[in-house]
């Protein structure tokens, strides 16, 4: 079955502007979580959605920001972007959070660059 | 607040070596232990994931142990082939932190032909 789908994956943005990322989950799957991945900061938790409430959050401003839909798709969007913003975004997916036997699947991330 | 290392942070061995990752954690409170593999501008793919009732997982050559109490977790591969040149990074997600995911700062493996 089609794993976890990121799009886009390249994006250039200018300092200010607003992006929008988005993510499909393995079918079946109800979690999605986002990360940000820098070099400077390794993986960081941004949040995670499950029956299109967000359950926890990271430590990151509230320009960021997500959302799922009822088919368990979901986006982020990041505001007034700041090129510390630079990073790969990736999307994660798994049955359910709660459960120690759940695998959390990646998808193939999106590349965000900030000029 | 959970904490994840990993040891060595780079390690270079020729083909056909047997070698270990190691990965420690702050806070045994967790619900599991995932080890994944990340190939340059990729996403991560999950390796092996031992939940907390569990001692270790295999699959193929690799082979995770987990021992909750001292908070280590260590990834063993067998046979190294050039390969299986990548990051590898191991995560563990608990009930103290919200369930997330917290992931170490990766081991970056070169395997020699």
């Known amino acids: 079955k089609a794993g976890v789908t990121q799009t886009p994956r390249y994006l250039i943005k200018t300092r200010g502007q607003q992006v929008t990322l988005s993510c499909s989950p393995i079918?079946?799957?109800?979690?999605v979580s986002w990360y940000q991945q820098t070099p400077g900061q390794g993986l960081q938790f941004l949040f995670e959605y499950f029956s299109e409430t967000q359950r926890n959050k990271g430590n990151f401003p509230g320009r960021f920001s997500g959302r799922q839909f009822s088919n368990s798709r979901s986006e982020m969007n990041v505001s007034t972007l700041e090129l510390g913003d630079s990073a790969l975004y990736l999307c994660?997916?798994?049955?359910?959070?709660?459960?120690?036997?759940?695998?959390?699947?990646f998808g193939e991330g999106s590349w965000l660059t900030v000029v | 607040k959970q904490e994840v290392t990993q040891i060595p942070a780079a390690l270079s061995v020729p083909e056909g070596e047997n070698l270990v990752l190691n990965c420690s954690f702050t806070d045994s409170a967790i619900y599991n232990l995932q080890w994944f593999r990340q190939d340059p501008g990729k996403g991560l793919t999950s390796l092996l994931l031992?939940?907390?009732?569990?001692r270790e997982q295999t699959s193929g050559r690799l082979n995770a142990s987990l021992d909750k109490s001292s908070g280590r977790s260590t990834l063993y591969i067998a046979a190294s082939q050039p390969g299986d040149s990548a990051t590898y990074l191991c995560a563990v997600n608990g009930d103290n932190y919200g369930q997330n995911f917290v992931f170490g700062p990766g081991t970056r493996l070169s395997v020699l032909p």
């Open positions: 079918s079946g799957h109800r979690s």
């Open positions: 994660a997916s798994r049955l359910a959070p709660g459960q120690a036997g759940n695998t959390i699947y």
């Open positions: 031992i939940q907390s009732s569990q």
